[in-house]
């Protein structure tokens, strides 16, 4: 079966992206960094056209193609995360430097690509085969900006056990 890699389209700012994200992830690189051999569109020559660089193993192509397509919530990238600590690191560095925070685990980076930033709990929370401590773990989410594992248990905890 072929790889896949995604490309991310960048104005401009591939390499400096690259080089966040490889800085952010463990077992990451910044693999190769072509200049253009023309001008075009996009890049003039000799400008940065591609970075090829992995993330904890996965590879991604960043692509200077310009202003005409800007990335929107309808991709996002999601990091599962085994804790809040986690949650926090990847949270923080991925908003930093002009980025969004957006609500129920998403932000937007300083280069508008859309993450969630998910942990671990949270999905077993909202997996529960009670259905009202899965809603409460539901609704408490749906109130937060960076998702608060502490939070969420309180919430569940709240809960009048069903047996």
Not at 25 to 47: H, I, K, L, Q, Y
Not at 133 to 157: F, G, H, N, P, Y
């Amino acid at each position: 079966m072929p790889e896949m890699v995604t490309c991310l389209w960048f104005d401009g700012a591939a390499e400096e992206a690259a080089r966040r994200y490889t800085e952010l992830f463990p077992n990451s690189s910044v693999d190769a960094v072509v200049r253009s051999p023309a001008d075009n569109p996009s890049t003039p020559e000799g400008a940065v056209l591609t970075v090829e660089f992995t993330l904890d193993g996965r590879r991604f192509l960043g692509l200077n193609g310009g202003p005409a397509f800007t990335p929107n919530e309808a991709v996002s990238i999601q990091v599962l995360c085994a804790d809040q600590a986690e949650t926090d690191h990847y949270w923080d560095g991925l908003v930093a430097g002009g980025g969004q925070e957006s609500e129920c685990g998403w932000l937007k980076d300083p280069w508008g690509f859309s993450w969630q930033v998910v942990p671990q709990r949270l999905t077993e929370l909202m997996a529960d085969p009670d259905p009202d401590r899965a809603r409460a773990a539901m609704q408490s989410m749906m109130t937060m900006r960076k998702i608060d594992v502490a939070e969420l248990e309180r919430a569940v905890a709240a809960v009048p056990s069903s047996s």
